[in-house]
T-cell receptor, first 116, second 110 residues
Framework: DAGITQSPRHKVTETGTPVTLRCHQTENHRYMYWYRQDPGHGLRLIHYSYGVKDTDKGEVSDGYSVSRSKTEDFLLTLESATSSQTSVYFC???????????????FGPGTRLTVL | KQEVTQIPAALSVPEGENLVLNCSFTDSAIYNLQWFRQDPGKGLTSLLLIQSSQREQTSGRLNASLDKSSGRSTLYIAASQPGDSATYLCAVRPHYQLIWGAGTKLIIKP
């Protein structure tokens, strides 16, 4: 357990509304990631962060933005949710030191988002 | 483009058997490979991480091997138990981003 929590755990929203998912970690990890998991596509990286206010895009970043104003919180925002963003969203951290972003990753419990 | 394949997609074995899960990848230029398990409706649990310079890693009844030159990794589970039932995912790291296999769904029958 790497001290990762995600909120909310479940959310149902309507197309066109903004949605923010929160990832919170208690152990001061530097590297944080947002993934989505969909049947037939596996896990795909949305955005990642390598420090406070330092973020970058992953392979499926369109329609998503992130912010990290504190080490412990990494927020994922769907600015105008679409049905194609219905998915399970996972936050992950990588331990510091060694190879940094290449280190072993540990995952949060996930958020199931449904966009109607 | 790196691709990761896990075969079989599903596997059902009686309790107590030793078993091997396979993971293959198309590009040997990786930093490391990580094995995870995922229980239904739950998050992912990291099982083992193998660095590119390593041949194998062990944790309890689990042993993971890596043959970079042939683009293969195996996860060996000894003396399987019903609690091992889950989906097992492997992921390779060619750069900062993990590339994932689709997983093997494992069922251990009591």
């Amino acid at each position: 357990d790497a001290g990762i929590t995600q909120s909310p755990r479940h959310k149902v929203t309507e197309t066109g509304t903004p949605v923010t998912l929160r990832c919170h970690q208690t152990e001061n990890h530097r590297y944080m990631y947002w993934y989505r998991q969909d049947p037939g596509h596996g896990l795909r990286l949305i955005h990642y962060s390598y420090g406070v206010k330092d973020t970058d895009k992953g392979e499926v970043s369109d329609g998503y933005s992130v912010s990290r104003s504190k080490t412990e919180d990494f927020l994922l925002t769907l600015e105008s949710a679409t049905s194609s963003q219905t998915s399970v969203y996972f936050c992950a951290i990588a331990l510091a030191g060694g190879k940094g972003l290449y280190n072993e990753q540990f995952f949060g419990p996930g958020t199931r988002l449904t966009v109607l | 483009k790196q691709e990761v394949t896990q075969i079989p997609a599903a596997l059902s074995v009686p309790e107590g058997e030793n078993l091997v899960l396979n993971c293959s990848f198309t590009d040997s230029a990786i930093y490391n490979l990580q094995w995870f398990r995922q229980d239904p409706g739950k998050g992912l649990t990291s099982l083992l991480l193998i660095q590119s310079s390593q041949r194998e890693q062990t944790s309890g009844r689990l042993n993971a091997s890596l043959d970079k030159s042939s683009g293969r990794s195996t996860l060996y589970i000894a003396a399987s138990q019903p609690g091992d039932s889950a989906t097992y995912l492997c992921a390779v790291r060619p750069h900062y981003q993990l590339i994932w296999g689709a997983g093997t769904k494992l069922i251990i029958k009591p």
